[in-house]
């Protein structure tokens, strides 16, 4: 069974940084494409960014490319998502996916 | 990019109608297309992947299909629970913009 779990969620002040962790079970990390989706307070879900299985090719949403940095390691079964110059258009829940699998979310709250 | 178009935004429909949302993308994906269902205050749920599977424990009165470019869902016999906004997404990539089904 696919189970993804994200931790690193939290209230972050506006310019802020914090990261996002994932770690992957239940099929071959390695050999899959990953990303990270948000969803903003009544709005749709948002591609963020996706990863290849070797982390050499990476895809951004233009609003966060510049700010936020997508990452895997393969030897921890892990994806990660650095993100910095956090603003509060960023609060939202961040889901880490596989495919169509995703974890429970973890929310972050950009505030002062 | 592949870029998903859903149609339509808003569906009235009413308790036992049988209702098809559709999904358009830019480019072939098929099979990598899923389907998920929410509510509001809740998180998005899977319903359909790879087009057509059904995940587990989910109704069997929700089915999916299409190839190419062209991907449907459908409720045959919508009950109450099933009033909600569905969305489709590419695999690790864009979503459709949702549609909401809601009560006549």
């Known amino acids: 069974e696919v189970q993804l779990v994200e931790s690193g969620g939290g209230l972050v002040q506006p310019g802020g940084s914090q990261r996002l962790s994932c770690e992957a079970s239940?099929?071959?990390?390695?050999?899959?494409?990953m990303s990270w989706v948000r969803q903003a307070p009544g709005k749709g879900p948002e591609l963020v960014a996706n990863?290849?299985?070797?982390?050499?090719?990476?895809n951004y949403v233009d609003s966060v490319r510049g700010r936020f940095t997508i990452s895997r390691d393969n030897a921890k079964n892990s994806l990660y998502l650095q993100m910095n110059s956090l603003r509060a258009e960023d609060t939202a829940v961040y889901y880490c996916?596989?495919?169509?699998?995703w974890g429970q979310g973890a929310l972050i709250t950009v505030s002062s | 990019d592949v870029r998903l178009t859903q149609s339509p935004s808003t569906l009235s429909a009413s308790v036992g109608d049988r209702v098809t949302i559709t999904c358009r993308a830019s480019?072939?994906?098929?099979?990598?297309l899923a389907w998920f269902q929410q509510k509001p205050g809740k998180a998005p749920e899977l319903l359909i992947y790879?087009?057509?599977k059904l995940k587990s424990g989910v109704p069997s009165r929700f089915s999916g299909s299409g190839s190419g470019a062209e991907f449907s869902l459908t409720i045959s016999g919508l009950q109450p629970d099933d009033f909600a906004t569905y969305y489709c997404?590419?695999?690790?990539?864009?979503f459709g913009g949702g549609t909401k089904v809601e009560i006549k």
């Open positions: 480019q072939s994906i098929s099979p990598w």
């Open positions: 990863i290849n299985q070797d982390g050499g090719e990476k």
């Open positions: 996916a596989c495919g169509a699998f």
């Open positions: 790879d087009t057509s």
């Open positions: 239940g099929f071959t990390f390695s050999r899959e494409w």
């Open positions: 997404q590419h695999y690790n990539s864009y």
